[in-house]
């Protein structure tokens, strides 16, 4: 088949997205498809200025009015592109990753599916773009609503998005478990000491890895709340921030407040192939997820990466992370928004280590077994030829 892939949103960036399709690619294209990915990024850059100075103004006007008026101009400048892209090559199906690019995605004439990864109003409202109860969040919601009836199949990377749709539009979806390159994200603990000699660090430090968004949802500040508690037992313990975003100031400020922040580190948004060797280095990958605003934490492909490379999880007990940890067998679910539950886990992890190596290999068969991109890619391929 030929499979084309399309966001609104830059590809590649570091978040899940832009993980999820370019993971799916490399799985459909090991069983035989073409597949291409259509982007905000293959907007001319004075195009893309209009988007991004139109949201800035009219936000400036009325908080939520610029986010809809930027995702619309991304909406059209995508449009262009993909009926574009669809003369010059005879594509089978189009697999829309977010609502915009949905909508674009339907006036190409080729058959759409559309993978919904969260809650496009519920999540705008969670990061203070829009308000809640808003005439812009209604917008939004009514959007999401007319894609799910429209596509002709939305596939969703947890169950409670499928629920979600069912009740707000009255269609089926079909649910995959989001997944991970397993063949990249491979145990190489073996590693450890070399790594942290490249990469600076001593190896007698306990280095704990957030490869996290800095989003509110995502539960980031409490990691940062936690080590002061950490510290008071082992001072030797570090925070390493992959990502980016609005809650990092808060992060800072907490670090200098509780005088930790010689042992927090910002790495912004790292290559994704050299994330596999921050989760060597680590001793703990923390996921500290919260709710909310309606928001819950999906399938993250952050812990399922953490899994696969082998080193322990510690998760917050929500969502899909609950679903997908077996508390104290594959991992440690500790109770959401708690400092003292994480600094309680980071402290299991640092005195029963034989304990923590047998969770990280647990993790691994479970990740071989069930999140894997070969069979994610088959499950696609399925959905894709059912539709045609």
């Known amino acids: 088949m030929r499979i084309m892939m399309t966001t609104v949103f830059d590809y590649p960036h570091t978040g899940g997205l832009s993980t999820h399709v370019a993971t799916l690619k490399a799985g459909l294209e090991e069983l035989g498809h073409e597949v291409d990915v259509v982007?905000?990024?293959?907007?001319?850059?004075?195009?893309?200025?209009?988007?991004?100075g139109s949201s800035f103004l009219l936000n400036k006007v009325s908080k939520g009015k610029g986010i809809i008026a930027g995702h619309r101009v991304r909406q059209q400048l995508l449009e262009v592109l993909i009926k574009r892209k669809a003369e010059d090559k005879a594509y089978d199906i189009i697999n829309a990753q977010d609502v915009y690019a949905s909508l674009a995605s339907f006036?190409?004439?080729?058959?759409?599916?559309?993978?919904?990864?969260?809650?496009?109003?519920?999540?705008?409202?969670?990061?203070?773009?829009?308000s809640?109860?808003?005439?812009?969040?209604?917008?939004?919601?009514?959007?999401?609503?007319?894609?799910?009836?429209?596509?002709?199949?939305?596939?969703?990377?947890d169950q409670r998005i499928k629920d979600y749709i069912q009740e707000l539009a009255g269609v089926e979806g079909e649910r995959i478990y989001n997944f991970i390159n397993v063949d990249q994200f491979q145990p190489q603990v073996e590693r450890r000491e070399e790594l942290r000699a490249s990469f600076g660090y001593d190896s007698d430090d306990v280095l704990l890895f957030i490869p996290r968004r800095m989003t509110r949802k995502n539960g980031v500040i409490f990691p940062a709340k936690a080590l002061s508690?950490?510290?008071?037992?082992?001072?030797?313990?570090?925070?390493?921030?992959?990502?980016?975003?609005?809650e990092e100031q808060n992060?800072?400020?907490?670090?200098?407040?509780?005088?930790?922040?010689?042992?927090?580190?910002?790495?912004?948004?790292?290559?994704?192939?050299?994330?596999?060797?921050?989760?060597?280095?680590?001793?703990?990958?923390?996921?500290?997820?919260?709710?909310?605003?309606?928001?819950?934490?999906?399938?993250?492909?952050?812990?399922?990466?953490?899994?696969?490379?082998?080193?322990?999880?510690?998760?917050s007990g929500i969502g899909g992370l609950k679903e997908l940890i077996d508390d104290g067998e594959n991992g440690l679910l500790v109770e959401e928004q708690?400092?003292?539950?994480?600094?309680?886990?980071?402290?299991?992890?640092?005195?029963?280590?034989?304990?923590?190596e047998q969770m990280a290999k647990a993790a691994r068969a479970l990740i071989e077994e069930n999140y894997s991109h070969h069979a994610a890619a088959e499950k696609f391929a399925k959905i894709y030829e059912s539709v045609l």
């Open 39 to 52: 982007s905000f990024t293959d907007v001319p850059d004075a195009k893309k200025q209009v988007a991004r």
């Open 338 to 356: 708690s400092p003292e539950a994480i600094r309680d886990a980071v402290f299991r992890i640092i005195e029963q280590p034989e304990e923590g």
């Open 132 to 157: 809640s109860n808003s005439k812009e969040a209604k917008h939004m919601q009514e959007l999401e609503r007319e894609v799910y009836r429209q596509t002709r199949r939305p596939i969703t990377v």
């Open 251 to 315: 992060i800072r400020d907490i670090a200098r407040e509780t005088g930790v922040e010689d042992h927090v580190h910002f790495l912004g948004n790292i290559p994704h192939e050299t994330m596999k060797d921050y989760y060597a280095m680590s001793n703990a990958t923390l996921i500290p997820s919260i709710h909310s605003e309606g928001v819950e934490e999906a399938t993250s492909i952050s812990a399922l990466e953490g899994m696969g490379a082998g080193v322990p999880v510690v998760a």
């Open 229 to 246: 508690l950490i510290h008071e037992k082992y001072p030797r313990v570090r925070l390493l921030y992959a990502g980016s975003g609005e």
């Open 107 to 130: 006036k190409s004439g080729v058959p759409v599916v559309s993978t919904v990864h969260g809650y496009l109003a519920f999540e705008a409202v969670s990061r203070g773009a829009v």
